[in-house]
């Protein structure tokens, strides 16, 4: 019926918006098609668990609405847990996994209790969830399609700026060496960490002509990243 129909949206959206949120996240870096597969079983959970809990409690309503909390916690626990991991009570660290799994379990086990004594009129709630998974939605759906334009503009641009930094050769052309060490330790924690002096190499480099920077330290952990990144 139309009235279970508009029941049974939410948890799908709630279900569809982590899988969107994570694409738009990392939408440079992978293609679309790697996230079929976490939207299916993201959705097949969510049938899974609107089965599971109307043979419960024989309504859709309640399935739908117990469903969707459930999804809630599930997909913000890793958020809740990074954002208190490093909490502590004196010497303590009392949000580990041990402690955060058993709060999110109770937590689970008290919607389902709680929904399973509740009367009445569940309208409310449900458009509540409905009003805010379409909200959630709007923004991942909209970075989605306007990403490909952005990113011809983009290209557009850079092929300009490409252009107007063309250099013209005229006459010899000095030899300019850029060595980029990422990966290699600096002289003082090479010291004070493995107890390794190598002042004499650096020394030697000086000697050639080479500027070492002290105390230097690395953007990124790839290579590829630290030189881009220095050369930008």
């Known amino acids: 019926s139309t009235g279970t129909q508009r029941y049974l949206l939410h948890p799908f959206l ?53 469903t969707t909390i459930l999804l ?5 626990y890793g958020h809740v847990y990074i954002a208190l991991k490093e909490i502590t009570l004196g010497e303590v660290y009392p949000f580990r996994h041990r402690t955060l799994v058993l709060v999110w379990v109770a937590a689970a086990g008290f919607v389902i209790w709680q929904m399973s004594r509740k009367k009445g009129n569940l ?16 923004m991942p759906t909209y970075q989605l399609v306007a990403y490909p ?10 092929k300009k700026n490409m252009q107007m930094l063309a250099l013209q050769a005229d006459g010899d052309m ?4 850029y060595i980029i060490l990422d990966g ?3 002289s003082d924690i090479l010291k004070d960490t ?23 330290q690395s953007n990124y952990a790839q290579t590829e990243f630290s030189l881009v990144s220095s050369l930008n």
């Open 149 to 158: 334009f952005e990113a011809r503009i983009s290209e557009s641009n850079n």
């Open 123 to 138: 309208a409310s709630l449900t458009s509540m969830f409905n009003v805010a998974g379409l909200f959630l939605l709007i």
């Open 174 to 177: 000095p030899d300019i060496y």
């Open 184 to 186: 290699y330790g600096r």
């Open 72 to 76: 809630i916690l599930f997909y913000s």
């Open 194 to 216: 493995y107890g390794y002096d190598n002042s004499e190499f650096l020394n030697s480099l000086k000697g050639l002509g080479f500027y070492v920077a002290d105390c230097s």
């Open 14 to 66: 709630f279900g569809i918006y982590p899988i969107l949120y994570q694409l738009v996240l990392n939408i440079s870096e992978i293609s679309i098609k790697h996230v079929y597969r976490p939207l299916v079983v993201s959705l097949f959970a969510v049938v899974l668990l609107l089965l599971t809990f109307h043979f419960i409690y024989r309504d859709w309503t309640k399935a739908a609405l117990v």
